[in-house]
């Protein structure tokens, strides 16, 4: 598997510093993409002007030590010219390329090199099933796109049987990375072809790394064009299928709207790059968001001093796409550097960026699985979710627990179905090899057992209509409820009841109002006029419920969690009584607080929890606002989910000495509270909920003293979104550390009662 490393590597190692110098005395070479224009070949520290379609100057600019330069924000059009280089276009976002284009391109199996409509070349890996060749098509085929190591060429497989059977060999630099197994493992097993597409600006993939950018997204679009145009691709359409950055992507892609996708299956995504992920609540996720995008940078410097192992490991074999396509990695986007230069959700930044803004645009059929405590997207993503009420052909299932989970029994056969149906065109059936490896794979992917995976309920089906009409028959919206209670063990994957639904949220969902009361009350009626107060300190309990960033263990069946309570004077709390009859939530909902601060500014997390009969408190979900951000878009919000703009032009401090409405968003979530639980609302300075998530909070110092208003004029109040006239179905209370995603702690009551 690593012959491709052998060779005369002295030899190489001459070129390795130089591996995109230009050629002595070559003139620099120009092209548009969209919206910018690249420069290749120059000096390094060459002067370059680019003139636009008059002639006058449009950017000046240096090239880099690899005599590279990208000028960004152009405005589309013919005539642009950088020096004495040819003229060229700079491209519009939308207009495509003809089908000849991509006609003319040709993919065999393996690692391939395709060039896009700006000239930059992309790695495409082909992965057939096991035993087959090109010959033996035509194949149903998918796409998985990456910014991963994805297009590695080599056989995950391998890798995991060699793990499953404690295998202690190095790690092949050549396999995909696990996080791919959708496409690179899976689909293979389940008879699909897929091609691995590897994101501009990483791998072996040329162009320069900018988060979602424009020219990535319709990357995306071509890739495919490109695919859906071989021969041996089943009926001369593609689907597009992942977990995570491979979920992501299909939302930006499918609303370019390629003309030969077919359908889309995103796992695990998010919806908006500040206020999901980077900045919930307004506030910087320093944890997992700048974790990640340190990650991605490191990813996308040049191989083979730095990038992906694939890369480096092909550039110093000798591989003269790969290194060429080094030659704009200096040109990446800073993304740390832009997201802390970036506190506001500036709309030229991020409005483009924002996956939820092209899923509204999406025709083709969706199967899209999610988790309300994924410990890496978050919970935010069910907000676009509404873009998909009412199109057809679109199934969503959502439950609690981690990002894995969306490969979990509940959910991977009817994936396995829908690809099935509308992307091979198949009545569905799960090899009975895949069954067999399941709860190997769960045990490799997530170390947690797992429901077992079953057979399709269509394996005996006459015909694809009569499958495909039965499906059709499935919810528009599956929560899958208590994941992790299965027979399997406290924290095995797996939920085991569900509701359906035909919308999100579902309609169903009344806004409840539970009101804050004295002595830490939380009643379903205003109290009379009163205060409670706490000291806002970040520093007084751990930043994450996991050890080091959470990473190696948020997975796991049993985590070990560390969720310390509220420290003393340092937050609120507010419990109602035992309740005398079940309460299920299905959405997002807010805690509206009447705030006075001794700061003009300070940060707020709001957790939901259960107090349990046992006297164990399971969390539910969090919330978050930096209180300047408190202006709300009036057209989105709604009693339930206020839904702030988060603009520089609507920030404003707190009035002092004044009490002020502050209505703190909290994420979507699914839960059941069982009669004898109490619902708890906790109030305090950012940190200390999340496995993988910490804020670059204002509260470090714990100097501000925050006052909330209690009953009176001025009643504070929680708002849940209860799923009227539903209960838990006498389904038993889990055990307290059971539920994925849901750290469990001995309640202890806050300083002021609740």
């Given at each position: 598997?690593?012959?491709?490393?052998?060779?005369?590597?002295?030899?190489?190692?001459?070129?390795?510093?130089?591996?995109?110098?230009?050629?002595?005395?070559?003139?620099?070479?120009?092209?548009?993409?969209?919206?910018?224009?690249?420069?290749?070949?120059?000096?390094?520290?060459?002067?370059?002007?680019?003139?636009?379609?008059?002639?006058?100057?449009?950017?000046?600019?240096?090239?880099?030590?690899?005599?590279?330069?990208?000028?960004?924000?152009?405005?589309?059009?013919?005539?642009?010219?950088?020096?004495?280089?040819?003229?060229?276009?700079?491209?519009?976002?939308?207009?495509?390329?003809?089908?000849?284009?991509?006609?003319?391109?040709?993919?065999?199996?393996?690692?391939?090199?395709?060039?896009?409509?700006?000239?930059?070349?992309?790695?495409?890996?082909?992965?057939?099933?096991?035993?087959?060749?090109?010959?033996?098509?035509?194949?149903?085929?998918?796409?998985?796109?990456?910014?991963?190591?994805?297009?590695?060429?080599?056989?995950?497989?391998?890798?995991?049987?060699?793990?499953?059977?404690?295998?202690?060999?190095?790690?092949?630099?050549?396999?995909?990375?696990?996080?791919?197994?959708?496409?690179?493992?899976?689909?293979?097993?389940?008879?699909?072809?897929?091609?691995?597409?590897?994101?501009?600006?990483?791998?072996?993939?040329?162009?320069?790394?900018?988060?979602?950018?424009?020219?990535?997204?319709?990357?995306?679009?071509?890739?495919?064009?490109?695919?859906?145009?071989?021969?041996?691709?089943?009926?001369?359409?593609?689907?597009?299928?992942?977990?995570?950055?491979?979920?992501?992507?299909?939302?930006?892609?499918?609303?370019?709207?390629?003309?030969?996708?077919?359908?889309?299956?995103?796992?695990?995504?998010?919806?908006?790059?500040?206020?999901?992920?980077?900045?919930?609540?307004?506030?910087?996720?320093?944890?997992?968001?700048?974790?990640?995008?340190?990650?991605?940078?490191?990813?996308?410097?040049?191989?083979?001093?730095?990038?992906?192992?694939?890369?480096?490991?092909?550039?110093?074999?000798?591989?003269?796409?790969?290194?060429?396509?080094?030659?704009?990695?200096?040109?990446?986007?800073?993304?740390?550097?832009?997201?802390?230069?970036?506190?506001?959700?500036?709309?030229?930044?991020?409005?483009?960026?924002?996956?939820?803004?092209?899923?509204?645009?999406?025709?083709?059929?969706?199967?899209?699985?999610?988790?309300?405590?994924?410990?890496?997207?978050?919970?935010?993503?069910?907000?676009?979710?509404?873009?998909?009420?009412?199109?057809?052909?679109?199934?969503?299932?959502?439950?609690?627990?981690?990002?894995?989970?969306?490969?979990?029994?509940?959910?991977?056969?009817?994936?396995?179905?829908?690809?099935?149906?509308?992307?091979?065109?198949?009545?569905?059936?799960?090899?009975?090899?895949?069954?067999?490896?399941?709860?190997?794979?769960?045990?490799?992917?997530?170390?947690?057992?797992?429901?077992?995976?079953?057979?399709?309920?269509?394996?005996?089906?006459?015909?694809?209509?009569?499958?495909?009409?039965?499906?059709?028959?499935?919810?528009?919206?599956?929560?899958?409820?208590?994941?992790?209670?299965?027979?399997?063990?406290?924290?095995?994957?797996?939920?085991?009841?569900?509701?359906?639904?035909?919308?999100?949220?579902?309609?169903?969902?009344?806004?409840?109002?539970?009101?804050?009361?004295?002595?830490?009350?939380?009643?379903?009626?205003?109290?009379?006029?009163?205060?409670?107060?706490?000291?806002?300190?970040?520093?007084?309990?751990?930043?994450?419920?996991?050890?080091?960033?959470?990473?190696?263990?948020?997975?796991?069946?049993?985590?070990?969690?560390?969720?310390?309570?509220?420290?003393?004077?340092?937050?609120?709390?507010?419990?109602?009584?035992?309740?005398?009859?079940?309460?299920?939530?299905?959405?997002?909902?807010?805690?509206?607080?009447?705030?006075?601060?001794?700061?003009?500014?300070?940060?707020?997390?709001?957790?939901?929890?259960?107090?349990?009969?046992?006297?164990?408190?399971?969390?539910?979900?969090?919330?978050?606002?930096?209180?300047?951000?408190?202006?709300?878009?009036?057209?989105?919000?709604?009693?339930?989910?206020?839904?702030?703009?988060?603009?520089?032009?609507?920030?404003?401090?707190?009035?002092?000495?004044?009490?002020?409405?502050?209505?703190?968003?909290?994420?979507?979530?699914?839960?059941a509270f069982r009669a004898g639980s109490r619902i708890r609302v906790t109030l305090e300075a950012p940190g200390g909920d999340r496995p993988r998530w910490s804020f670059a909070t204002l509260e470090r110092r714990g100097r501000t003293r925050n006052t909330v208003a209690l009953g009176g004029a001025r009643a504070s109040s929680l708002v849940l979104p209860v799923l009227a006239g539903t209960s838990a179905n006498g389904t038993p209370l889990p055990a307290p550390t059971a539920l994925r995603g849901q750290p469990s702690r001995a309640y202890v009551?806050?300083?002021?009662?609740?």
């Amino acid at each position: 598997m690593r012959r491709v490393l052998a060779g005369p590597v002295l030899a190489v190692a001459a070129v390795l510093l130089c591996v995109t110098a230009p050629a002595a005395g070559a003139a620099p070479k120009a092209r548009g993409s969209i919206g910018q224009a690249y420069v290749l070949g120059a000096k390094k520290g060459q002067r370059l002007v680019l003139r636009g379609p008059g002639g006058g100057v449009a950017a000046t600019g240096r090239a880099d030590r690899f005599g590279s330069k990208i000028f960004r924000g152009l405005e589309p059009g013919g005539g642009y010219r950088v020096g004495r280089s040819r003229p060229f276009r700079v491209l519009r976002a939308g207009d495509n390329p003809s089908r000849s284009f991509y006609r003319r391109k040709r993919l065999k199996a393996g690692l391939n090199y395709v060039t896009v409509r700006d000239g930059v070349e992309l790695a495409m890996t082909v992965r057939l099933p096991p035993g087959k060749k090109l010959g033996d098509g035509p194949f149903p085929t998918f796409i998985e796109y990456s910014g991963y190591q994805v297009a590695a060429p080599h056989d995950l497989l391998g890798s995991v049987i060699e793990s499953l059977n404690g295998g202690s060999a190095p790690a092949d630099p050549l396999a995909p990375a696990s996080s791919t197994a959708v496409g690179s493992l899976i689909g293979p097993l389940l008879d699909f072809a897929v091609v691995s597409v590897q994101m501009r600006g990483s791998g072996c993939s040329g162009g320069a790394f900018d988060l979602f950018d424009l020219p990535t997204t319709y990357d995306g679009y071509d890739a495919v064009e490109t695919v859906a145009a071989q021969d041996w691709v089943k009926g001369g359409k593609v689907g597009m299928a992942g977990i995570s950055f491979s979920g992501i992507t299909q939302l930006f892609t499918a609303g370019t709207r390629p003309p030969h996708l077919s359908a889309i299956a995103p796992m695990s995504v998010t919806d908006d790059l500040y206020t999901a992920t980077g900045y919930p609540g307004g506030i910087f996720n320093s944890g997992f968001a700048g974790s990640w995008i340190r990650e991605r940078m490191d990813d996308a410097r040049p191989a083979p001093r730095g990038g992906q192992p694939w890369a480096r490991a092909l550039v110093k074999a000798g591989d003269k796409h790969c290194r060429a396509n080094q030659r704009l990695r200096l040109q990446t986007q800073d993304a740390v550097r832009v997201q802390r230069a970036s506190p506001f959700r500036t709309p030229s930044l991020f409005a483009r960026r924002a996956p939820g803004r092209w899923l509204r645009r999406v025709q083709v059929p969706v199967f899209l699985v999610g988790q309300f405590q994924d410990e890496q997207t978050g919970g935010h993503f069910a907000e676009s979710l509404s873009y998909l009420n009412g199109k057809p052909s679109v199934w969503i299932s959502l439950q609690n627990g981690v990002h894995a989970d969306s490969l979990g029994p509940s959910t991977i056969t009817r994936w396995a179905e829908f690809m099935k149906l509308y992307v091979a065109g198949e009545v569905p059936r799960i090899p009975p090899a895949v069954i067999a490896l399941s709860g190997e794979l769960y045990r490799f992917l997530a170390d947690a057992a797992a429901a077992p995976v079953q057979q399709s309920r269509f394996a005996g089906f006459p015909s694809v209509a009569a499958a495909k009409a039965a499906f059709r028959s499935d919810p528009h919206l599956r929560l899958l409820m208590d994941n992790g209670s299965g027979p399997q063990g406290p924290g095995s994957i797996g939920a085991t009841w569900e509701l359906g639904y035909s919308s999100w949220p579902p309609k169903a969902a009344r806004p409840a109002r539970y009101w804050l009361g004295p002595n830490g009350a939380l009643g379903p009626k205003p109290a009379k006029a009163g205060t409670a107060g706490y000291r806002s300190d970040a520093g007084a309990r751990p930043a994450w419920t996991l050890p080091g960033d959470g990473a190696e263990d948020a997975w796991k069946a049993q985590p070990p969690y560390d969720w310390a309570p509220l420290a003393a004077g340092k937050g609120l709390g507010f419990i109602t009584g035992p309740l005398t009859r079940d309460v299920v939530i299905g959405g997002p909902g807010s805690l509206d607080l009447y705030l006075k601060s001794s700061a003009r500014d300070t940060d707020l997390q709001v957790t939901l929890s259960e107090v349990r009969p046992d006297g164990r408190e399971t969390y539910v979900q969090n919330g978050w606002l930096r209180a300047s951000h408190r202006k709300l878009n009036a057209r989105r919000s709604t009693a339930l989910d206020p839904f702030p703009t988060h603009l520089r032009s609507d920030a404003a401090p707190l009035p002092r000495g004044r009490y002020t409405l502050v209505r703190v968003p909290i994420f979507s979530a699914a839960h059941a509270f069982r009669a004898g639980s109490r619902i708890r609302v906790t109030l305090e300075a950012p940190g200390g909920d999340r496995p993988r998530w910490s804020f670059a909070t204002l509260e470090r110092r714990g100097r501000t003293r925050n006052t909330v208003a209690l009953g009176g004029a001025r009643a504070s109040s929680l708002v849940l979104p209860v799923l009227a006239g539903t209960s838990a179905n006498g389904t038993p209370l889990p055990a307290p550390t059971a539920l994925r995603g849901q750290p469990s702690r001995a309640y202890v009551a806050a300083s002021n009662g609740g």
